[in-house]
């Protein structure tokens, strides 16, 4: 339970507020390398942070991101020419290269000089692991561009599903890094079975045990943390135990346990206090980590069926989510189909951004509780220190990685020696779990 004035300092990061200025310190996914893989192809709008940003691939293949709006009269660039090596705005001609340098000033004499007086606000960019990302902190002092977690090496395939959800960053990544609810709100896609540890087929998530109640166990880290749901396998339950480690990596980052084909992660970005880029993302080796569409398919977040061209869900609270209680009658304990559509109901059914005075936490709630006492430490160390949680020094070892095992009891879960899934048995063909109609 937070106090309405701890909620605003974990929650708000327009403008000033301090968890937007941490946020900051590190590089961010804008978009996707997909929404602008055209050369002089159509400019994307973006906002991060409550600030509106327009992103384009000039003629020489170089992503710029810069305030959307002209540095002259303020008309949206959105809207203006890509070509010849610059982004011009449609009311005037100005004419931006992708450092925010004018190039060109339609509307001014050439003698007066003004283009070598103006600067249009533009952002460091580098293109990684399917993302645009850029640094939108102090310019002064860029950091150098670290892989991520989930894609460390250039040749990891990565696969991501994109939604815009109307709702604050801070509830998505408490459920992303709340491993109880698996247990009950995807049970009928992450399914009990008689398996060796959690399992891909083509159409669910099998996991070794019944229970419902997991034990939580937390280790702290500069970066974040890492906690185990500790619950009882299905088979051999007095000699061990069926661990879920979970890697909450600072400011925003879930790496969720894996299945025997491919990792997963979950990455939010605050567009503003109330809206959230809600990426899902599976990455591994080529061989076994199912392709974007296939991926998309599966969770069911196809563009033009789940979501609109602009990764706006289609299912919504006006209709229901798509809910089918026939489905519900025959057995499917949500009726929601997709499990990701199935969390996101729950995130924004909680409101903009969720009231944490009027709840009531358990046992099962340790990761949430561990979040917000660490993001309220780190944002009032910022405050005091500048330092940035997760960064520098900070950052999360190569070392740390989420995993799912079945484990003697002897055997401490912090000690495990775990690697992220790479290589093994051949993908199946993802399918959805089952249909409902629109």
Aim: hydrophobic share 40%; aromatic share 10%; glycine share 6%.
């Amino acid at each position: 339970m937070l106090t309405s004035e701890e909620n605003d300092l974990l929650c708000r990061v327009e403008g000033d507020a301090p968890m937007g200025q941490l946020m900051r310190r590190h590089w961010q996914p804008v978009c996707l390398i997909e929404e602008v893989s055209e050369p002089d192809g159509a400019p994307v709008k973006a906002r991060l942070f409550g600030e509106n940003l327009v992103v384009f691939r000039d003629s020489d293949g170089q992503v710029g991101v810069m305030d959307e709006f002209c540095p002259h009269r303020r008309a949206s660039l959105v809207y203006g020419r890509n070509e010849e090596g610059g982004l011009r705005c449609l009311y005037h001609g100005w004419k931006m290269d992708v450092k925010g340098n004018v190039v060109e000033m339609a509307s001014e004499p050439a003698s007066s000089g003004m283009a070598e007086k103006v600067k249009h606000k533009a952002y460091p960019v580098k293109e990684w692991g399917g993302f645009v990302w850029a640094y939108m902190g102090p310019k002064e002092d860029v950091p150098e561009f670290v892989p991520p977690p989930w894609a460390p090496t250039e040749d990891t395939r990565v696969s991501i599903a994109k939604v815009l959800l109307p709702c604050n960053w801070a509830q998505i990544l408490e459920g992303a890094i709340d491993s109880a609810h698996s247990s009950s709100l995807h049970s009928s896609d992450m399914v009990p079975a008689r398996v060796d540890g959690a399992k891909a087929t083509s159409s669910l998530w099998l996991r070794p045990s019944t229970d419902k109640a997991p034990r939580l166990q937390v280790q702290k880290g500069q970066y974040g943390f890492r906690y185990a749901a500790l619950r009882r396998p299905i088979h051999n339950a007095s000699a061990n135990d069926y661990v879920r480690s979970t890697v909450f990596v600072a400011p925003a980052t879930a790496l969720i346990p894996p299945n025997n084909l491919y990792n997963v992660a979950n990455v939010n970005v605050p567009m503003d206090d109330t809206n959230t880029a809600f990426y899902f993302l599976a990455w591994g080796h080529p061989a076994q980590t199912p392709e974007t569409e296939t991926w998309r398919k599966f969770l069911r977040q196809t563009v033009g069926i789940d979501v609109d061209a602009e990764y706006r869900p289609l299912r919504n609270q006006d209709n229901r989510f798509w809910q089918d209680r026939q489905a519900m009658k025959a057995g499917n304990f949500t009726g929601i189909t997709g499990f990701p559509n199935q969390d996101v109901a729950m995130w924004v059914t909680m409101g903009p951004i969720a009231n944490r005075s009027d709840e009531r936490l358990g046992a099962s709630d340790l990761a949430i509780v561990e979040f917000r006492r660490q993001m309220l430490d780190a944002v009032k160390d910022f405050q005091s220190s500048g330092r940035a949680i997760g960064t520098g020094e900070m950052r999360i070892p190569s070392s740390i990685c989420a995993y799912q095992a079945i484990v003697p009891k002897t055997t401490d879960w912090r000690e495990f020696t775990a690697h992220p899934v790479w290589q093994g048995d051949n993908l199946p063909e993802l399918e959805p779990s089952y249909s409902v109609k629109a």
